[in-house]
């Protein structure tokens, strides 16, 4: 995706001011050793170069496949790094990169998602991490009655992550992907957004913006309701699936649209996915009937005399086929994230054993 790496590294790094702050304000790390489980596309590679140059030891994994960049991985093991990530690897080798970051012993997790911290405690290993970091809502509902080995600190939670990154950057830049992918835009077109969370609410209100007729299907009643307090049209997803010309899902939960449900879309339907969990549509469906790619990242499927057309495989869209969040605004959740890892191996890993919200002091400190 990138043509000329070392260009665009440093235009990233240039823009990210509070980042570079942030990193300049960490202890030093050479007794750390951190497993970061995340996305590892351009925008994180100064973050975690600056972690090197703190002295950390880093093992990178990814939280999904289809978003790593591989000149990325490439940059940060020739700084330092430990990796078991590349771009589209299989199911397979992807859960066995979980366990090769545990197997190396970390000290500290950063991650999107939970998968090193649900392994650990599914398989009752014994590790020496001491405590953790998890960005996602995915991930925190993963936490959910969870009697953690050691504190782990929710940040997905914070208005500077939910009310930037969630609300705003994720839907604008899914439309601007989809414009870019499909050279179409949203005008004269319904648009089905599934799920009114924070992601739902900018996916929506970015939509519209874009020229979209907008309906909202969500099952959580109180949602439902503020949506409709919103101004929006909010229908019962079997009904609304059959008017939709491009549907959005944004629930974070898996099987949201099931292949049912597909069948009994019109003819020329868009789906995509801006989930953080691959698996909100039902792509093995997709997957039983006759496929061609009119453009890249746009499956076209045979579903009896319709067509259906997939983008990015049902993987998070915005990311794997654009460069998703801004630099300016991912700055805020980078620089978030390196004050996180300031608390998590100082102050924070001596909290007892359970699951916090990441504490005001710490994230304010980078504003």
Known sequence: MYQNFSAELDWATLHLTRTRAAVEALPDLSHIRLACNMHLDLKMAPLVKGLLDKGAKVFLTTCNPTTVQDDVVAYLVEHGAEAHAWRNMSNEEWHESFQKAIDWQPTHLCEMGSDLTSLIHSKGLQTGVKAGLEATGSGVNRLNGLKPNYPIFNWDDLPVKEGLHNRHMVGLTAWHTFFDTTHLTLHE?????????????????????????????????????????????????????????????????????????????????????????????????????????????????????????????????????????????????????????????????????????????????VL
Do not use: C
């Open 189 to 365: 077109k319904t648009v089905v957004v599934i799920g009114y969370g924070l992601v739902g609410q900018g996916v929506a209100a970015s939509a519209k913006a874009y020229g979209g007729k907008v309906i909202v299907a969500e099952i959580d009643k109180a949602r439902a309701l503020q949506a409709q307090y919103d101004g929006w049209q909010v229908m019962p997803l079997a009904e609304a699936v059959k008017i939709a010309d491009v549907i959005a899902t944004a629930t974070g939960a898996k099987n949201v649209l099931g292949g049912k449900l597909i069948e009994q879309a019109k003819s020329g339907l868009f789906i995509l996915n801006v989930g953080h969990v691959a698996e909100e549509i039902d792509v093995p469906f997709l997957k039983q009937h006759p496929m061609s790619e009119p453009m890249p990242y746009v499956n076209a499927y045979q579903v009896g005399d319709k067509t259906i057309y997939l983008l990015a495989d049902g993987s998070m869209f915005n990311l794997t086929a654009g460069y998703g969040d801004s630099i300016n605004a991912f700055d805020v959740t980078l620089a978030v994230m390196a004050s996180g890892i300031g608390h998590i191996v100082g102050e924070g890993e001596k909290a007892e054993k359970d699951v916090y919200l990441l504490p005001q002091k710490v994230w304010q400190a």
